[in-house]
């Protein structure tokens, strides 16, 4: 395997609420590779958007705390680093798109000179002409019609999907190596989806980008995704590829979304969602913090007492976090069925 | 992703635990128990009305808690006046002007070139700014939260012609449009001088009011309602203002800071509340030609007005914090 | 957006006749004018047909607010109550100060407004945000006269212990000073700091709330993630959403100065249009009375229209109306 672009290592990071402190991050690592696209699942809540946000030092620290952990991108540990270098990563080694487009866009500038923004802040020497020519071109390079008129316009006066694709432009203005889209669709009709995530699919093609892919939608992962990574209150529960992920996945909670999954080919009477609610944050119980809601635990012991480690299953690429993940060697998921008849 | 909220019965009833598969008509109730003991585990759930949780927000504030202790100490020496003052409001006794505040003879604010004990001036002034800020805050609550309900229930062009009214009232200065009123249509008691002032503060209610209408009007047990045949009124009463009832009380609060404070002003200028009747601002323009050799005569009643505006204010902001849980602060 | 200028223009208008109606109605149904006038043994009686006449006192309602418009235009608004003094000139000499001392105020109010609501909200929860709220509820719970009285006792009993004047207690100027610019400026210090305080008390807390609901915005993340100096992003990207609604709420604020201006001129001795109201007010001549709440009217809807303007200018979204 080549050297991984980003690596988090056992990543903790808190909230100070009025209710207590919310452990929002509670040991999470994960590798990616150069090229590659890394899906991360989880519900709202599980931690996987504080945890790119810690990297990029985007979480406000006064009720943050990122308490320990690394996270080496090209040899250089980010949380260690001091802001002035990190502010020189941001925007142009690591770019970020985020969910709402509409409220990340500000309101008082027009689209093109937030996009030159980005190019003239890592490129000081850049005129105004020239930036502005290239907002022009990048955004003619993810679909936006009728650039050349487009660029001296407001975000209130694009389409949600326009605005997306404006974001989208305005984070590989600098070809950066990492890409981090939180939730890039979720504030977008199902139709427009599909064009984002191809606009998406260009884009790294364009920019030979790994991307970090958040999202909670199973279908987008399956889309876009090499590997998959999910994630359950704050900590990564099991690592895969996106086959092994969908097909036979070795954790209770991975097993539980796919087949909670409605398919309309097979023949269903009833819907599986997985039962119970996810874990408060602040009072984290004791043991595996899935142990409540799981299927598989059956109220064994060390499901209650002690906290399972992510650990490799036959290769080293595929790992999970359950006491008893043998136990689901030879299950599949109902994709494999499908796939299988 | 699915959403796992269905309670655990619910659930049970026919769909089995996912790994062995058993068919929907072969789980068993023992089954269904084990589960529902795990469900329990690890959740948090504790049942509070939305009352207790407000009152527990509001007594997380020391500040506001300490300040609503002292108004109600004052509101005491207002109702107590006769009580507590040890002389009368006009009471004159010239061979003890001109004190500094002492124990002596209990002149705890001193006296004035007349020989009034200010003191007792300030306690009967207390309550006349206590009566009339009171009358405020009820009248102009009570004309404000129904001018806004009704704006913002109907809509529309009714809802517009009245904003439009609010503007206008709004357009002039309103302390010298008090004035003017007060001068022409004043007679000095504090009653008139409350109705004078609920005529022009009942706006700021009216539109934070409407505004809320607006907006619940669209939410389904408005609608539920009409379409169960219920009248407006009924709708208006029975169903919205009690959840407006948040910013009413804030508002309250805040007008009769407000009030307390025009008052004053207005019996300084000599247009509000005048003699026989107390007024804490008249004491102050009676002490102002003495200001130099005898300043506790001006400091006296205009600290007590700076105190009891802090502590209406600060209350105020307690019960905004506790009544409008969508803000909520994250400890530094 | 010359259009949209034309149009709250426009709407000004009805306005400002309503607020004419309404003024007139309400003080001429407060009584007749000429009670207290009637009742000075001096004044006799051909006088007061005089009065009757030229303020045409018998006629009906409507005539006689027909005839009070157009003296506004042809004749100034006429005299007050005794003819004795034509009002207009006298307005335009008090407005004229009062305007000195209101416009003083509100840039100082304004910029020290911004200073402090920037830097509370940049540094939440550090000790100047602390003093600053302090300082903002004390604002708040403070009278205006009596900031003004405990003002004037200040500077008074500084004088007389040091015998050096800082600041003047009273009036607009010395005879005889030496410098203009320089006694003005100290005779207008002390109002001019009073009428501040209270606009600073209010306004550093809407620009502190403002910054914080803009600092915490997503846009401003999204320059974050960008690269953007930290500075940049307040002073460039949250600055300016946050100034949008304090600019409005700058120019709406003029009204209440004029309020302010009342107590504050009476206190200092200004001669200005708050003694003007006051006293004429206490005469109970009503027609200076009418014509000072007609043009503070004008002024403050005048003011209204800029507001609305700049904000039209400074916030995109809502140009295209």
Known sequence: MPEPVLSIRDLVVNFATDDGIVHAVDGVSYDLYPGETLGVVGESGSGKSVTVMSILGLIPTPPGKIVRGEAFFKGVDLLKVKERELRAIRGKDIAMIFQDPMTSLNPVFTVGEQIAEGIQVHHPSVRDEAARDRAIELLQLVGVPNAQRRVDQYPHEYSGGMRQRAMIAMSIANEPSLLIADEPTTALDVTIQAQILEVMKKAQVETHAATIMITHDLGIIAEMADRVAVMYAGHIVEVGDVDTIFHRPRHPYTLGLMNSLPRLEADERWLKPIPGQPPSMINVPPGCPFHPRCELSRGREPCHTEFPLLEPIDSSQHKSACHFKHELAGETSKFADEAAS | MTNPNPSASEHLQGAPPQLDRPSPETATAAEAEELTTFHEEGLEVVARSQWQLARRRFFRHKLAVGSLIVLLLIVLVGVFAEQIAPYSFREQSPLDARMAPTFEGQHYFGTDVLGRDYFSRTVFGIRTSLYVAGVVALLSTLIGALYGAVSGYFGGWIDNLMMRFVDLVLTLPILAVLIVIAALLGNGTPIRVAIILALFYWTTLARIIRGNFLSLREKEYVEAAKASGASDMRIIFRHMLPNSMGPIVVNATLIVATAILVEATLSFLGFGVQPPQPALGKLIDDARGFMQTMPWLVLAPGVTIVVIVLCINFVGDGLRDALDPTQRRLRA | MLIFVVRRLLYSIPVLIITSFLIFWAVTVSGDPLTTVRQIPRVSQDTINAIIERNHLLEPFIVQYWEWVKSAFTDGFGTTLLGDAPIMPDIRRVLGNTMQLIIAAEILSVILAAIIGVVSAVRQYSSFDYAATTFSFLGFATPTFFLALLLQILFTNLYLSTDVRIFYTSGLSSAGADNFLIDRLQHLALPVITLAV???????????????????????????????????????????????????????????????????????????????????????????VMAWLMLTSVIVILFNLIADVIYGYLDPRIRYD
């Not at chain 3, 409005?248 to 109201?277: K, N, P, S």
């Open chain 3, 198 to 288: 209270l606009g600073i008390a209010q306004f550093s807390r809407y620009v502190r709330a403002s910054m914080l609901e803009v600092v915490n915005s997503d846009y401003v993340r999204t320059a974050k993630a960008k690269g953007v100096r930290r500075r940049n992003v307040v002073m460039k990207h949250a600055l300016r959403n946050a100034l949008i609604p304090f600019v409005t709420a700058i120019a709406l604020d003029f009204g209440g100065l004029f309020g302010g201006a009342i107590v504050t001129e009476t206190i200092f001795g200004i001669d200005g249009m708050g003694r003007y109201l006051v006293s004429h007010l206490n005469t109970r001549d009503v027609y200076p």
